[in-house]
């Protein structure tokens, strides 16, 4: 590889830009769909976590110095049970640690209960501009099944003071839902567009190992699932009616108006770096060794305990080979809409995409190529899994 070719690979990361990752892994109850690393305790030491949030992110910046955060975003569990005074000290230390873009992205995930609603004027105080509200569904019964703590009216009425206290809101729903017709999901996406202000996620159920839905599943006691076809049909269904609305499928299940896709999760999709802090967190960081991938203990009192005692809560760190990075970002960048960049990949990789496979694809109707990119078209976006089995062999 020539000089030119080394020093393009170790600024790939600039491709996708710079951000940080906090994971706040406490939730009121969870849900039994869900397989992240969320836990239900009776009580948080706020300031205990702050501090060693804070310590984390420190102790990052002094192996990225000199780095501009573009975008910082709060995950979960439910960030929204976070303190105003909690989110704001991390905030502190992430400004003390790198510079912010102009322009920065600063989202919280939450819940629509009446109790997180009540903080979200000093989110905004403290500096977060966008909202991820976790709705999930717009009928009381489906969100009953789903293990949510609030109702429909409890969500649009936390939406309704959202959009009044940050210009961007964004909310997540969950469709092919049990014994959910393809008119009902018409039906609950018509009130969703109605409502959205320019970003909206919407997810299949997926059934995960190791959740609740997962074990009811296995005994046979998860009934009325939509089959394939109905999936398929009510996925396709979705993409119409979202970019019929203006809500253009940017990601296989985010929409948004034009300019306002998330910028963090596109920082993932098109394989930027990460800093990530708290239990469980997973980055990404390009470091003059090579890039590398960061984990995090997952149980939150091992992790503290590492943060007080070891200065530091990461479990791993370990480069990623360059074969790696490229599966990495054919993986992630093929999910959007605008695909893949063929050049970064094959210097990522080493060599091209089989150029024998694509043709063959193309040909199906289920890729298209063009100014140096592979993208699904809208016939092979419900496909991906094998177009990417194709593409990775």
Same mark, same amino acid.
């Given at each position: 590889?020539? &000089? ?10 600039? !491709?996708?830009?710079?951000? %940080? ?34 310590? $984390? ?20 569990? #439910? ?21 912010? &873009?102009?322009?920065?992205?600063? #989202? %919280? $995930? ?31 019964? !489906? ?45 609950? %996406? ?15 159920? #997926? ?29 396709? $269904? ?60 997952? &149980?939150?009192?091992?992790?503290? &305990? ?14 990623l080979p360059r074969n790696e990075q490229a599966m990495e970002y054919l993986l992630m960048a093929m999910r959007l809409a605008e695909g893949l960049d063929e050049a970064r990949y094959a210097r990522l990789a080493g060599g091209p995409l089989d150029q024998a496979a694509l043709a063959a694809m193309e040909e199906l109707g289920v890729i298209r ?20 089995? $194709?593409?990775?062999?």
């Amino acid at each position: 590889m020539t &000089a030119q070719a080394l020093k393009k690979t170790a600024e790939d990361w600039r !491709d996708g830009g710079f951000g %940080l990752y906090v994971h706040w892994p406490f939730c009121a109850a969870k849900c039994p769909y869900c397989d992240f690393n969320s836990h239900v305790v009776d009580h948080v030491d706020q300031s205990r976590w702050a501090d060693a949030l804070s310590s $984390e992110i420190a102790r990052l910046a002094t192996d990225l110095p000199g780095r501009i955060l573009g975008s910082i975003f709060f995950g979960g569990g #439910t960030p929204s049970l976070m303190l105003p005074d909690t989110v704001d000290t991390v905030l502190t230390a992430a400004r003390a640690a790198w510079g912010f &873009a102009n322009d920065i992205e600063i #989202t %919280l $995930e939450a819940n629509p209960t009446s109790v997180e609603k009540q903080r979200f004027r000093a989110y905004a105080e403290a500096g977060v501009n966008r909202l991820s509200m976790g709705v999930q569904a717009l009928n009381d019964d !489906d969100l009953r099944r789903l293990g949510r703590l609030h109702s429909v009216a409890e969500a649009r009425a936390a939406f309704d003071v959202a959009r009044d206290c940050f210009d961007r809101v964004s909310f997540d729903l969950i469709y092919a839902r049990q014994g959910q017709s393809r008119e009902a999901w018409r039906s609950e %996406l018509r009130e969703a567009l109605s409502m959205a202000v320019d970003h909206l996620s919407l997810y299949q159920l #997926t059934i995960e190992p190791g959740t609740a839905f997962g074990a009811r599943a296995d005994a046979g006691r998860l009934r009325d699932l939509p089959d394939d076809e109905m999936s398929a049909d009510m996925y396709l $269904e979705t993409q119409d009616m979202c970019g019929s609305a203006g809500m253009w499928g940017y990601e296989i299940s985010n929409h948004a108006a034009a300019g306002s896709e998330s910028r963090h999760n596109l920082l993932y999709w098109r394989q930027g770096d990460w800093a990530a802090v708290g239990p469980g967190a997973h980055g990404r960081l390009t470091l003059p060794q090579g890039r590398g991938a960061t984990e995090s203990h997952m &149980a939150p009192g091992a992790w503290l &305990a590492a943060v007080a005692t070891q200065g530091t809560g990461e479990s791993l760190r370990a480069l990623l080979p360059r074969n790696e990075q490229a599966m990495e970002y054919l993986l992630m960048a093929m999910r959007l809409a605008e695909g893949l960049d063929e050049a970064r990949y094959a210097r990522l990789a080493g060599g091209p995409l089989d150029q024998a496979a694509l043709a063959a694809m193309e040909e199906l109707g289920v890729i298209r190529r063009g100014a140096g990119r592979v993208a699904a078209t809208r016939a092979g976006r419900p496909v991906l899994n094998a177009i990417l089995r $194709e593409l990775a062999a």
